[in-house]
Antibody, heavy 122, light 110 residues
Framework: QVQLVESGGGVVQPGGSLRLSCAAS????????MHWVRQAPGKGLEWVAF????????YYADSVKGRFTISRDNSKNTLYLQMNSLRAEDTAVYYC???????????????WGQGTLVTVSS | SYVLTQPPSVSVAPGQTARITCGGN??????VHWYQQKPGQAPVLVVY???DRPSGIPERFSGSNSGNTATLTISRVEAGDEADYYC?????????????FGGGTKLTVL
């Protein structure tokens, strides 16, 4: 079955960096766009970033542009999120999710990983 | 930027029908997707492309989209439907496409 497993979360000081990973299995990873979505404690869902199936296009939320970088390694079936200059407001559970399409900008998210918690605190 | 507006909460008795709205400027021209999230769990897709249901989602879940409002309808509500529900669209109106989520609606089963 299709499965996404995030890792790499933890506690980091403000201004620090962290890299999240999302291991994919059960589908042809190289054929689908992928997303990162986050959820701050007690808050709603916030989209973070999207990468097309081949990595040719990447889109970011304004709140993370210039600080976060989404990437993928199709040979390893793995999605990444490099997070730099972290702030307290980046504290959240980070989910990776599979897009329904390779790169069309109309799709839905299915499935989602179980999430990994990032806490930015001194 | 594009904004999706959902009511913070909806309450309904078991067996009744719950309707959760998602408002956006000319949202009827977009494809709307809906997610259910129970406490401590990842979101799950319940409706895609306005009104289609993924396999495994009960027929009690349905969707519609027209004008400035999309609606998720849950018929014959059960206690297990109590959850947060989010609508989602793509905003491709600029050179920087982005995904937009509604603020979420907490469904309470009385």
């Amino acid at each position: 079955q299709v499965q996404l497993v995030e890792s790499g979360g933890g506690v980091v000081q403000p201004g620090g960096s962290l890299r999240l990973s999302c291991a994919a299995s059960g589908f042809t990873f190289s054929s689908y766009g992928m997303h990162w979505v986050r959820q701050a404690p007690g808050k709603g869902l916030e989209w973070v970033a999207f990468i097309r199936y081949d990595g040719s296009n990447k889109y970011y939320a304004d709140s993370v542009k210039g600080r976060f970088t989404i990437s993928r390694d199709n040979s390893k079936n793995t999605l990444y999120l490099q997070m730099n200059s972290l702030r307290a407001e980046d504290t959240a559970v980070y989910y990776c999710a599979k897009d329904s399409y390779s790169g069309a900008l109309t799709g839905w998210f299915d499935p989602w990983g179980q999430g990994t918690l990032v806490t930015v605190s001194s | 930027s594009y904004v999706l507006t959902q009511p913070p909460s909806v309450s309904v008795a078991p067996g009744q029908t719950a309707r959760i709205t998602c408002g956006g400027n000319n949202i009827g021209s977009k494809s709307v997707h809906w997610y259910q999230q129970k406490p401590g769990q990842a979101p799950v897709l319940v409706v895609y492309d306005d009104s289609d249901r993924p396999s495994g989602i009960p027929e009690r879940f349905s969707g519609s989209n027209s004008g400035n409002t999309a609606t998720l309808t849950i018929s014959r509500v059960e206690a297990g439907d109590e959850a947060d529900y989010y609508c989602q669209v793509w905003d491709s109106s600029s050179d920087h496409p982005r995904v937009v989520f509604g603020g979420g609606t907490k469904l309470t089963v009385l």
